[in-house]
């Protein structure tokens, strides 16, 4: 059955807020997305039924929040595709996921290696590797991909035996374009790179299969699949997870402790140092069941749509300059180059249209494109072709008011 | 010399507005009043650091009195500095260093235009004219 919006609307209760009067319209989803009911339940009845510190057994609501807080890590596992759950280790996020790799690795980087990174990455799958390259006198490198993210032949020649990190993001969270995977995992694998990819924008709208990808670490924020914030993802292969060194220590990461030396734990508790954010988990798991009720395909297809519908609305507008492909993406990343965009987010703000102005935390991008800010229009399940279309009317709007 | 409205018309026209849309029109409207910098005169040295939006204010003597110039590369910035300006225009460097320039804009009725990232640049901006 196709997808709609219909019927699934109402699974997101703050989708009714009003503000003067406008009914909200939520197009600010590469932020972070709103969470269904069935993830609030979900952190509710841990609170209610089952909280108690996990792996520290002992007692019946210990052992409930324990098998919670696993089962959760199976339902991530499988909703990755990731084989073993030891493979899913619980960060705060995509940028904590992608630190603990970069910190991990260092102890086998030398001066001169290379860490090949895309010009597509938010700073996050950016700074990290600059500051790991100053540390250890390594190369930072940059595969200078488009803005429509095709491979081209010449790309090959960046991926060098010196590259022993390749890190990419797997669609772009300014412009909404995917990158070459692939091609670019079919590169790296060849000079035996680390390979990670960014999957932030990618959870919540692709089916991701890390076996078929083949890639050593793949990192995710729950925030933006309509699970809790502070919690988020760092997959891993067994052997590329065993090299990373700790980049945190204490409880719950080891095995045993004397003052002489600690003996760490096994895969994944090695890497969870602390209590670990229980409830975020938890609701993340949530939202993974969530996703997996939908038929994915088709709710792809849906958003996709959306995009398109703004795409074709205004492409043809010689005052909007879009960055964004012309189909295939769920954003709209576009610019005005007469008026500001913090401006068009006002006037869009006024009429309870929620949207990004700014660099997206990719000044590199922003530099490349040649604009200083965009605005993004980013879409998630529950958003309807009215509100793709009242975007554009009110963008419109909004550039007759402001253009000089 | 730009000539500005006075901060009491302002703050009425303002506070007469209900919704946020309203204020985004007003604020446009304001805009208009601004006389805009010279591209010379929006050098590093006259810009307005912690702005998410580009903002450059001069100050000038005369008779020992202040006279500020500024603009912005956005429009409601440029009607956010009309406002701010009419509390400070032509008054003597100790009369504005006396004024509580935070609690005087709020008179302004600015609510969610002042709110967030903005805020800080609008301090900076109340900061440099005291300075
Ligand atoms: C592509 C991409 N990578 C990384 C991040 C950082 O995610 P977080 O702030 O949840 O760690 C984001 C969030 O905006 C993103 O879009």
């Given at each position: ?43 509710q ?23 919670a ?250 005052r ?11 954003l ?73 | ?8 018309t ?13 204020t985004?029109?007003?604020?446009v ?10 591209d ?85 901006i109340?900061k440099?004219?005291?300075?």
């Amino acid at each position: 059955m196709a997808f709609s919006s219909n019927n699934i609307r109402s699974d997101f209760p703050i989708l009714k807020v009003t503000t003067d009067d406008h009914p909200i319209v939520y197009l600010d989803n590469a932020a972070t997305t709103q969470k269904p009911l069935a993830v609030l339940q979900s952190i509710q009845d841990y609170y209610l039924y089952s909280n108690a510190n996990v792996h520290r057994g002992a007692h019946f609501l210990s052992d409930r929040a324990t098998s919670a807080f696993e089962n959760a890590r199976d339902t991530v596992a499988n909703f990755l595709n990731a084989g073993q759950n030891s493979h899913v280790i619980w960060t705060k996020g995509t940028t904590e996921s992608i630190n603990l790799v970069a910190y991990g690795l260092e102890h086998l980087i030398e001066t001169d290696d290379e860490i090949l990174i895309t010009s597509l990455e938010h700073h996050a799958n950016l700074v990290p590797w600059q500051q790991l390259a100053f540390r250890t006198g390594a190369r930072l490198r940059v595969l200078p991909l488009t803005s429509t993210g095709e491979w081209e032949p010449e790309y090959a020649s960046y991926f060098t035996d010196k590259t022993k990190i390749f890190a990419s993001t797997h669609i772009s969270n300014a412009i909404g374009v995917a990158t070459p995977l692939a091609d670019m995992l079919n590169e790296a694998k060849k000079v035996g790179a680390y390979t990670l990819i960014d999957g932030a924008q990618a959870v919540a709208h692709y089916e991701v299969d890390v076996e078929t990808l083949d890639c050593d670490f793949y990192v995710f924020s729950g925030h933006k699949m309509y699970g809790p914030t502070g919690i988020g993802v760092l997959y891993g292969k067994s052997a590329a997870l065993e090299i990373l060194l700790p980049y945190q220590t204490g409880g719950e990461m080891v095995r045993h402790v004397a003052y002489q030396a600690t003996e760490f734990n096994v895969l994944p508790y090695r890497l969870e140092a602390g209590t670990p954010h229980i409830e975020g988990a938890i609701g993340l798991a949530a939202a993974c069941d969530y996703l997996t009720k939908q038929d994915r395909p088709e709710l792809l297809k849906w958003e996709q749509n959306l995009a398109k519908t703004v795409y074709d609305e205004l492409y043809l507008d010689p005052r909007i300059e879009i960055y964004s492909p012309s189909s295939n993406t769920t954003l709209v990343s576009l610019s005005v180059p007469d008026v500001h965009t913090l401006d068009l987010n006002s006037y869009l703000d006024s009429k309870g249209i929620g949207v990004r102005a700014g660099s997206h935390c990719a000044h590199p991008l922003m530099e490349q494109l040649g604009v200083g800010s965009t605005l993004r229009a980013s879409f998630a399940c529950y958003n309807t072709k009215e509100e793709a279309e009242r975007f554009c009317e009110v963008l419109l709007e909004a550039i007759d008011l402001l253009a000089d | 010399m730009t000539h500005l409205l006075d901060s009491q018309t302002i703050q009425s026209r303002l506070q007469a507005c209900t919704s946020k849309e309203a204020t985004f029109k007003e604020l446009v409207a304001l805009s208009n009043q601004l006389e805009r910098l010279t591209d010379e005169d929006k050098s590093e040295e006259h810009k307005v650091k912690g702005c998410e939006s580009a903002v450059w204010l001069i100050e000038e003597h005369i008779d020992g009195m202040c006279h500020f110039k500024a603009d912005s590369d956005a429009k409601l910035m440029r009607g956010v500095l009309v406002a701010v300006l009419s509390l400070v225009q032509g008054k003597s460097k100790a009369d504005i260093q006396a004024m509580d320039l935070v609690q005087e804009l709020t008179q302004f009725n600015l609510g969610s235009y002042l709110t967030s990232s903005r805020t800080n640049g609008v301090l900076g901006i109340l900061k440099k004219l005291s300075s």
